[in-house]
C-alpha cells in the first residue's frame, strides 16, 4: 500500500467515524444513561455549584468545556432542555465526546503502524475501530470511558514514537507520553492499566536482553556456528538480519530505556499531571481536601455492592465481557408508530404495548469481538510456540530472535491481560464498557490475523481474510440501528437480539 492510499484511508476512517457519532447526535432531547450524572457535573463546573463523584474529574472537565463552547453555538440553540442544570441544547453537553470520540481509530491505526510499519495493518485495525458499537454509543453522549481509552492510547502511542526517536526529541515524546497516562488515570483509575501495559513490556524487554546475554555468554563459538549455520545464515546476513529486526520494532529499543527515564517519565510525570488535575475540583468542592476525596472514593465503590443482577440489572463479571454475553441497553423506549414523537420523557409504554422500539444498546460489533478473542488466543498460542516451545524441545533455555511479529504479539497479549486480570479480583457491579480499554487491543489482534491472511501466497487464506473482514462489516450494518438508537419494529428488534442474556 501506498502512503497515499494510507492517508486517504485514515482521513476516510475519521470521516466515517465523525459522520456515525455526529448523525443526529441531538435526537434523543434528554439525558442518556449516565448522562445524568455527568453532563450535570459538567455543568456544574461552569456554575460553580460542588459536587462528589465517584471518579476522577478529567473528563467531566472536558464535558464542561464542550458545554461552555457549545452554548456559544446559536445554532444549536433551537431545542433545549434544562436537566443538566441549565438550559441547554443536548449537542451542547454531547459534541466533545463525539468529536473527540472520532480520533479512537486513528490512535488504533497509529499504534500498529508505529508497531510493524504496515500500512495495510494500521488501515485495517483502524477501520475495524470504526466499525465497533460500543465506541460509538459512548461518543454519542455525554459519558466518560472514552476518556481513559483515548489519553491511555496516546500515552502508548508516543512511547512508540519516543522509541523510534533518539536524545531531546525523544524525551520531548516520553515527557508527552507521561502526561497523557496521567490524564487516563484522572479519568477513572482503571486508566493506569495502560501505564501498566508500558511498564510490562519494559520488563519484559529488559528480561528477554539479559537471558540472551546469559545464554550467549555460554554459549560456545561452535555451538553458535552451527545454529547460523542451520538457519542458512552467513555471519554476513545473520548480523544485517539482526540489525533489520531491531530497527523494524521500536519495542526492542525499550532496553535504552533505564530506572531513571521509566521513573520520570513513566512515573513522577503522570502522579504530577493526575494531581494538577484535581485541583479545579478541589477549589469548587472545599468539604474534601486531596487525600480525603481519595479515601470518599474508594468507599464509595466498596459500597457498589457484589457484581450480580440483585444490584443492577446489567452487572457483567469480567469474564462475560469478551464473548459479550451481557450488553447493556442506555436507553429504551417504544411508541405506538413510526410517525408518533420521539420519546424522551417519561416511562416507556406498559409491556406489549408499544409496537416501534426505540433502543440504544451499549454492546460491541459481535462479530469483531469474537473474532478479536479468537486473535489474542492465537497470539497467545503462537507466542508459546515460538518463545517457549524451542526450551522444551532441547531441553535447555533457548532464547530465540524476537521476529517482528513475536514483538508485536507480545505487546497486544500483554496489553490485553493487563486491561483485563485486574477485574477478576474485584467485587463490586461491573459493566460491560470497562472492557473498552482492553478490546481494543483485540481490534488490533484480528487486524493482525486479516493483514497477515491478505498478504497470503494461499488464495484460500487470502479469502479467508476477505471474508472475516466483510462478516465485520456486515455485522456493523446489521446491529447499527441499535447503536444510534433508530426505531425497529418489536420483530425486527428480537432478530437483532440473538441471546436472552442481550436483552
Same mark, same amino acid.
Given at each position: ?71 456559544? $453555538? ?5 431545542? $433545549? ?83 523510534? @526517536? ?9 515527557? $508527552? ?35 540472551? @546475554? ?12 552451527? @545454529? ?58 472545599? @468539604? ?129 491481560? $493487563? ?85
Amino acid at each position: 500500500m501506498t502512503k497515499k492510499w494510507f492517508q486517504i484511508g485514515l482521513v476516510s476512517v475519521f470521516l466515517l467515524s465523525l459522520a456515525l457519532r455526529f448523525w443526529g447526535l441531538g435526537r434523543f432531547n434528554t439525558l442518556v444513561f449516565d448522562e445524568v450524572y455527568y453532563a450535570k457535573f459538567g455543568n456544574d463546573y461552569l456554575t460553580g455549584v460542588p459536587f462528589f463523584d465517584g471518579h476522577p474529574p478529567f473528563g467531566k472537565l472536558v464535558i464542561a468545556l464542550g458545554i461552555w463552547i457549545g452554548k456559544h $453555538v446559536p445554532w444549536w440553540q433551537s431545542e $433545549v432542555n434544562g436537566l443538566a442544570g441549565s438550559l441547554m441544547s443536548p449537542l451542547a453537553y454531547r459534541w466533545m465526546n463525539a468529536f473527540t470520540g472520532s480520533f479512537i481509530g486513528l490512535l488504533i491505526a497509529g499504534i500498529a503502524y508505529q508497531l510493524s510499519h504496515r500500512r495495510s495493518f494500521g488501515l485495517i485495525a483502524g477501520l475495524f475501530t470504526a466499525l465497533d458499537g460500543i465506541f460509538i454509543v459512548e461518543a454519542r453522549y455525554a459519558l466518560i470511558n472514552q476518556y481513559i481509552v483515548i489519553c491511555g492510547l496516546l500515552g502508548q502511542f508516543l512511547l512508540l514514537l519516543a522509541l523510534n @526517536k533518539k536524545n531531546q526529541r525523544r524525551h520531548i515524546y516520553l515527557a $508527552v507520553a507521561g502526561i497523557a497516562f496521567g490524564a487516563s488515570i484522572a479519568t477513572k483509575w482503571n486508566g493506569l492499566w495502560y501505564l501498566l501495559g508500558a511498564y510490562s513490556m519494559w520488563v519484559i524487554a529488559w528480561g528477554f536482553q539479559i537471558l540472551r @546475554k546469559k545464554t550467549s555468554d555460554s554459549e560456545t563459538h561452535e555451538e553458535y556456528a552451527h @545454529k547460523l549455520s542451520n538457519k542458512a545464515f552467513s555471519s554476513q546476513t545473520a548480523t544485517k538480519y539482526r540489525v533489520k529486526t531491531l530497527q523494524i520494532s521500536p519495542l526492542q529499543n525499550l532496553t535504552q530505556l533505564n530506572i531513571f527515564h521509566v521513573a520520570l517519565y513513566l512515573g513522577i510525570i503522570p502522579v504530577i499531571i493526575y494531581s494538577v488535575i484535581w485541583i479545579p475540583h478541589l477549589l469548587l468542592d472545599t @468539604k474534601y481536601n486531596f487525600i480525603e476525596v481519595h479515601k470518599q472514593i474508594l468507599g464509595f465503590h466498596g459500597r457498589m455492592g457484589g457484581n450480580n443482577a440483585a444490584v443492577h440489572p446489567y452487572c457483567a463479571a469480567w469474564y462475560k465481557w469478551p464473548l459479550m454475553t451481557r450488553p447493556m441497553a442506555y436507553y429504551y423506549q417504544t411508541t405506538q408508530s413510526f410517525q408518533d414523537p420521539l420519546p424522551v420523557f417519561g416511562p416507556p409504554l406498559p409491556q406489549g404495548a408499544g409496537k416501534v422500539i426505540y433502543d440504544v444498546h451499549a454492546m460491541g460489533n459481535p462479530f469483531l469481538w469474537w473474532f478479536g478473542l479468537a486473535a489474542i488466543i492465537l497470539l497467545f498460542g503462537m507466542l508459546v510456540w515460538k518463545l517457549v516451545a524451542p526450551s522444551l524441545q532441547q531441553q535447555r533455555l533457548v532464547v530465540p530472535e524476537l521476529s517482528i511479529d513475536i514483538w508485536i504479539g507480545l505487546y497486544l497479549v500483554v496489553n490485553y491481560l $493487563v486491561n483485563l486480570m485486574p477485574w477478576v479480583k474485584v467485587t463490586r457491579c461491573l459493566f460491560i464498557y470497562h472492557y473498552m480499554t482492553g478490546v481494543v487491543f483485540a481490534f488490533m489482534a484480528i487486524a493482525w490475523v486479516v493483514d497477515q491472511l491478505l498478504r497470503s501466497y494461499i488464495a484460500t487464506l487470502r479469502a479467508l481474510g476477505v471474508t472475516i473482514t466483510f462478516l465485520i462489516i456486515g455485522a456493523f450494518l446489521f446491529w447499527l440501528p441499535l447503536y444510534l438508537g433508530l426505531p425497529l419494529t418489536s420483530e425486527a428488534y428480537k432478530l437483532r437480539m440473538w441471546f436472552n442474556s442481550w436483552i
